[in-house]
């Protein structure tokens, strides 16, 4: 592949695994509030909102192009992002439920969208290539 090619496909995947990043925190984060407080709300005056959005969006300009070469090459970007923030959110969710200390937000996460990585990796199968 094309150096250009690789260099414009990877500064894509790290502005699209940033919003990803960003948008699966700041959904956790939502989660967790509306279930204590009844409404989301409370949820933009939170500080913690705020740490989510860029912790997420940092982890995911990072992880998400690694992921995507690393593990998810054959895989639909659709499913490889989707399905990746969805493990994210799961693992936002469980850490914000667990105990709430800085190490559980950052970890949990993080083991959501590794074990979603995988998990995609192994269902997705990869397609045959044509010859050409």
């Known amino acids: 592949m094309e150096i ?3 260099a414009a496909v990877t500064g894509g995947l790290i502005v699209v695994g940033g919003i990803a990043g960003a948008l699966a925190s700041a959904l956790a984060v939502m989660v967790i509030v509306l279930w204590e407080q009844g409404s989301v709300a409370p949820a933009f005056r939170a500080p913690l909102l705020s740490l989510a959005l860029v ?3 940092l982890y995911g300009a990072v992880l998400g192009p690694l992921a995507a070469w690393l593990l998810m090459r054959h895989v639909p970007l659709g499913i490889a ?3 990746t923030m969805l493990g994210t959110l799961i693992g936002g969710v469980a850490a ?3 105990d ?3 190490n559980t937000y950052l ?3 993080l083991a959501g969208f590794a074990l979603a990585a995988l998990a995609i ?3 997705v199968p990869r397609r045959a290539r044509v010859a050409g």
């Open 4 to 6: 250009k090619r690789v």
């Open 81 to 83: 992002i989707g399905g």
């Open 121 to 123: 990796r192994i269902a």
């Open 55 to 57: 912790f997420g969006a």
């Open 100 to 102: 709430g200390s800085v």
């Open 107 to 109: 970890t949990i996460p």
């Open 96 to 98: 914000l439920l667990l």
